[in-house]
């Protein structure tokens, strides 16, 4: 498994200067429409910025890198050297869905320490240890909610084969946050806002759309069935999967 999960590292280490330069960019994005009056301390930074990035930056960023781990086999036609190797090739699916959930952590350091160096040249005064934390804790929430939809977008992408069908999936996942925002009798059976629902609780008291929001039990629990669900998919699937 080791062995699987670095050989998938290893693909990436010509890119990831791309991806650090990828997630600047989104930063950059992400705080575009954002009022910049309203940003006055390095609290405000972080939870507008982070509001943005983990509403729809992270959320279509990791399902395309998700999407790209599994079909660039395709697209360079080694999958059927791979599952024809000595590796189990349920192996191989874990080992893939490991070195996403890595690179994702990766992704979401440098998207913090970013916002950290911007903090302190912007806001150095309010930049404190407490502020910090807080958002530390906020960001490592995000990124555990936002690995629990992974495993759906690499059954989709395996199954598929091609990229359709994943950036379908994504424009679902997208307007049902939109759905989780404009209908409050639906968002305890919604988990695809999870990640930035933390960031929303900051802000709820100044916007009447997002006054009743919180972190569903209901949401969690399908987010959960959804990992374990797609877990154990691909792995059948990719068992089962014809290598002609």
């Known amino acids: 498994m080791f062995n699987i999960v670095m050989c998938e590292m290893k693909k ?6 791309l991806l650090i330069i990828g997630v600047f960019v989104l930063i950059q994005v992400s705080s575009a429409p954002v009022n910049m009056s309203t940003m006055k301390s390095a609290d405000d930074l972080f939870t507008w910025v982070n509001m943005m990035t983990f509403s729809c930056g992270f959320l279509t960023a990791i399902n395309i ?37 890595l690179i994702s952590v990766l992704l ?15 806001f150095k005064s309010t930049l404190t240890l407490a502020v910090i934390t807080k958002h530390l804790i906020l960001t490592a929430k995000a990124f555990i909610f936002q690995m629990l939809m992974i495993t759906v977008t690499a059954c989709v992408a395996l199954v598929s084969k091609d ?5 379908m999936y ?6 049902a946050s939109f759905v989780f925002l404009s209908y409050p009798a639906v968002r305890a059976y919604i988990p695809f806002p999870l990640p930035v629902v933390s960031n929303l609780m900051l802000i709820r008291d100044n916007y009447k759309i997002i006054r009743d929001i919180s972190i569903m039990p209901s949401a969690v629990i ?18 089962r999967m014809d290598v002609s």
């Open 12 to 17: 990436f280490k010509r890119i990831w200067i």
């Open 108 to 122: 979401y350091i440098v998207e913090f320490t970013m916002l950290t160096l911007i903090s302190f040249i912007s």
């Open 222 to 239: 399908i987010a959960v069935i959804m990992f374990v669900g797609g877990l154990v998919y691909g792995c059948w699937y990719i068992n």
């Open 65 to 101: 890198l998700t999407a790209y781990v599994f079909l660039e086999e395709y697209k360079n036609n080694t999958m059927v050297t791979m599952i024809t190797y000595k590796y189990e090739r349920w192996k191989i699916f874990l080992g893939k869905i490991f070195a996403i959930i």
């Open 163 to 167: 990229f359709i069908a994943p950036i």
């Open 170 to 175: 994504i424009g679902i996942q997208l307007i």
